[in-house]
């Protein structure tokens, strides 16, 4: 297929790295428990569509800037790890009272969309991996190396996507199970704000591109 290496191998390899529990995991099944499924699935296309940026970038080289500018890479992880501890603190604050805990429940589908799309973009360790794995299933000497590439990273984004929106699915039934408890609506702000808070100091402290 477009003349690349084992695909199928490649098909099953990227089954189990986006089944294995990891941030994007986390978040998007974060965001359905505490906003619900639809909440969720859109998460998941924000952070797909960050997955065909940083795919798109490693087709034409760009991401190579972070693999051999340290400058680069700290500049984005940097702006990457203190907009998600921005996240979370912004959304910790507005949860006094009613009106924070419904602001958070009817956040609108694009707003969270969007958010989704940057937390995968100002993750450089994303694109590392994107410009380290794919390359691996394609012929560097042939000229449709940037077509395999697209090819590859659109079939990694396409199950990485089935993956969250399933989880978003299921984490969506407690959403439906739990919302009419008044228990439950007080404490999501704090669930989600501390998501994106661990994410994002879990960015910050991770340091170098290793």
């Known amino acids: ?27 998007v099944a974060t965001r359905s428990t505490c906003q619900g499924r639809g909440a969720g699935v859109v998460s998941a296309l924000g952070i797909t569509t960050g997955g065909l940026v940083h795919t798109l970038a490693a087709a034409l080289g760009l991401s190579a800037v972070l693999m051999y500018s ?18 979370g603190l912004k959304i910790i604050l507005t949860r006094n009272g009613d009106d924070g805990v419904g602001r958070l429940s ?5 707003k969270v969309y969007r958010q989704g799309v940057l937390v995968s973009i100002l993750n450089p360790k994303v694109a590392l991996f994107f410009l380290s794995f794919l390359p691996q299933f394609a012929h560097a000497s042939s000229e449709q190396f940037t077509l395999q590439i697209l090819v590859l990273g659109l079939t990694f984004c396409c199950t990485g996507c089935i993956v969250m929106t399933t989880v978003a699915l299921c984490f969506g039934r407690i959403n439906a199970w739990a919302s009419s408890r008044p228990g439950f609506r007080r404490t999501q702000s704090w669930v989600t704000g501390g998501v ?6 879990g960015l910050g402290i991770a340091g170098g591109r290793d």
């Open 196 to 201: 994106f808070l661990t994410m994002g100091l």
């Open 70 to 87: 340290a400058t680069a890479y700290e500049v984005v992880r940097w702006a990457g790890a203190a907009y998600l501890v921005y996240m």
């Open 1 to 27: 297929m477009f003349g690349i290496e084992n695909y199928l191998l490649f098909l099953v390899a990227g089954v189990l790295l986006n089944i294995t529990p990891g941030p994007d995991i986390l978040y």
């Open 106 to 110: 009817c956040e609108s589908l694009t």
